[in-house]
C-alpha cells in the first residue's frame, strides 16, 4: 500500500514529491467530504452539478500533471 501511495505523490523519478499530485488529491478528498456533508445536512442531489466538478477537478489535475511532466526529474533508469 505504501508503495502505491509513493507512486501516486511522486514524480517520474519515484522520490521526488510533486505538489501538485499532493494537491490534487487533497482536493478531490476535501469535495468527495463536503458533497457528503451536504447530502447528509440538506438530504439534496444534484447529480448534474457532481459530475460536472468531478470532472473539473479529475481534468484540471490531470492537466497539471501534463504540463509539469517536463520539469520533473527523470527517471533514473532513462
Known sequence: ???????????????????????????FFV??????????????FNY???GLAVAAILGGGGLGVKVTETSEPKAKDE
Do not use: C
Request: overall charge negative; aromatic content about 12%; glycine content about 12%.
Open 1 to 27: 500500500m505504501n508503495k502505491l501511495i509513493n507512486h501516486l505523490v511522486t514524480g517520474i523519478d519515484g522520490e521526488t514529491y510533486a505538489i501538485g499530485r499532493i494537491l490534487w488529491i487533497i482536493a
Open 31 to 44: 469535495f468527495i467530504g463536503l458533497s457528503i456533508y451536504t447530502v447528509l445536512v440538506t438530504g439534496l
Open 48 to 50: 448534474m452539478d457532481f
